[in-house]
T-cell receptor, first 117, second 109 residues
Framework: EAGVTQFPSHSVIEKGQTVTLRCDPI?????LYWYRRVMGKEIKFLLH????????ESGMPNNRFLAERTGGTYSTLKVQPAELEDSGVYFC???????????????FGPGTRLLVL | KNEVEQSPQNLTAQEGEFITINCSYS?????LHWLQQHPGGGIVSLFM???GKKKHGRLIATINIQEKHSSLHITASHPRDSAVYIC???????????FGTGTRLQVFP
């Protein structure tokens, strides 16, 4: 079974440009998460999809970030316009179980390394 | 101050040594995860704990809920154990994962 995949693996863009990151979760996983690690900092939650619906987007830094999951399969995260502080590694994760009190196992993708110049 | 603190930040060891990485947290949690990230690689889940102790091969994870502390132990360390080890807790109130900054481990032959 394929794991979580992300595309591209690396992206270098100039400030003001637009970048779209893609995440393909494990087939059948309803829950999809986006996380970000800014250089030298810990990984931070961005948002959580359940199927095609945004369950929680409280971690999205500002309105330059737009996430979609049309059809409840793959997801995209668009940054427009990109700023220098958006540089970092963007991770996607998926899970089958709901994040209830029992806990869930999230499967992480390899991440997309974004550098904004 | 981050709600999840790991120590040490960096760790070097000789092959065969016993290694301990610590994680302390300040929020109420429903579960704690230990994750591993090899250089240039993705993140792999090692353990999910809500109490007690778990063991997979040479890896052992323990958690003390009262003290809000967890440890990851590696017995008979090997160079292939070199990676960043990340502690993440699922916060009880929000169900969100909160991550530590990670511990970078290098094991030399």
């Amino acid at each position: 079974e394929a794991g979580v995949t992300q595309f591209p693996s690396h992206s270098v863009i100039e400030k003001g440009q637009t970048v779209t990151l893609r995440c393909d979760p494990i087939s059948g996983h309803d829950n999809l998460y986006w996380y970000r690690r800014v250089m030298g900092k810990e990984i931070k939650f961005l948002l959580h999809f359940v199927k095609e619906s945004k369950q929680d987007e409280s971690g999205m830094p500002n309105n330059r970030f737009l996430a979609e999951r049309t059809g409840g399969t793959y997801s995209t995260l668009k940054v427009q316009p990109a700023e220098l502080e958006d540089s970092g590694v963007y991770f996607c994760a998926s899970s089958q179980e709901a994040p209830d009190r029992v806990g869930e196992t999230q499967y992480f993708g390899p991440g997309t390394r974004l550098l904004v110049l | 101050k981050n709600e999840v603190e790991q120590s040490p930040q960096n760790l070097t060891a000789q092959e065969g040594e016993f290694i301990t990485i610590n994680c302390s947290y300040s929020v109420g949690i429903s579960a704690l995860h230990w994750l591993q990230q090899h250089p240039g690689g993705g993140i792999v889940s090692l353990f999910m704990l809500s109490s007690g102790k778990k063991k997979h091969g040479r890896l052992i994870a323990t958690i003390n809920i009262q003290e809000k502390h967890s440890s990851l132990h590696i017995t008979a360390s090997h160079p292939r154990d070199s990676a960043v080890y990340i502690c993440a807790v699922r916060e009880w109130d929000t169900d969100k994962l909160i991550f530590g900054t990670g511990t970078r481990l290098q094991v030399f032959p």
